[in-house]
T-cell receptor
């Protein structure tokens, strides 16, 4: 089954304790990205990756790191989480955008609800 | 910079009424994609439709229809004969060139639709 998986689905942690949220897709997609969703603000892009070893900042990258060593994985790293990073996080993947293709919509993972105390 | 505006924060309709969700976008790119996603109370993001900037044909899919007008930079979504199961947050999104071969996906803040029985 084609899917994007995220782990963990729920996480409660404390300020300053490094954490990683994993994201994996099995569709051989080039493009992967991370979003955070906050009430009243919609979804905002944190980082995205056009392909392996190519990452770019989105609209709200501060406090986050990513890496893309393999095509299927795109982990989100919070080196020193703070309470303002409490949010619902979504990972997504798609075929390369910019290519006229009927298949370039983003497929989203189920979300990770993070609480930083 | 690209931007998506969903001016309606919340809409309530009575079941069987028609409802239109507005989406206005801004981009300097000539090649771009527009999307609508649905987020039901369960939280997942469900892809509804994609439209590229070269295809201004309106589309109908069952009770859903979309009106894409480049002249007004709008991509509105209409639900005909609304049902309680349509209650969700709906997001409009724009994928456009963000420089140096990269593409960024920008979401509107969403419109929460409540369909009252």
């Amino acid at each position: 089954e084609a899917q994007v998986t995220q782990n963990p689905r729920y996480l409660i942690t404390v300020t300053g304790k490094k954490l990683t949220v994993t994201c994996s897709q099995n569709m051989n997609h080039e493009y992967m990205s991370w979003y955070r969703q906050d009430p009243g603000l919609g979804l905002r892009q944190i980082y995205y990756s056009m392909n392996v070893e190519v990452t770019d900042k989105g609209d709200v990258p501060e406090g986050y790191k990513v890496s893309r060593k393999e095509k299927r994985n795109f982990p989100l790293i919070l080196e020193s989480p703070s309470p303002n990073q409490t949010s619902l996080y979504f990972c997504a993947s798609s075929w390369a955008p910019g290519v006229i293709s009927p298949y370039n919509e983003q497929f989203f993972g189920p979300g990770t609800r993070l609480t930083v105390l | 910079a690209q931007k998506v505006t969903q001016a309606q924060t919340e809409i309530s309709v009575v079941e069987k009424e028609d409802v239109t969700l507005d989406c206005v976008y801004e981009t300097r790119d000539t090649t771009y994609y527009l999307f609508w996603y649905k987020q039901p109370p369960s939280g997942e993001l469900v892809f509804l439709i994609r439209r590229n900037s070269f295809d201004e044909q309106n589309e109908i899919s069952g009770r859903y229809s979309w009106n894409f007008q480049k002249s007004t930079s709008s991509f509105n979504f209409t639900i005909t004969a609304s049902q309680v199961v349509d209650s969700a947050v709906y997001f409009c999104a724009l994928s456009a060139h963000s420089g140096a071969g990269s593409y960024q996906l920008t979401f509107g803040k969403g419109t929460k639709l409540s369909v009252i029985p």
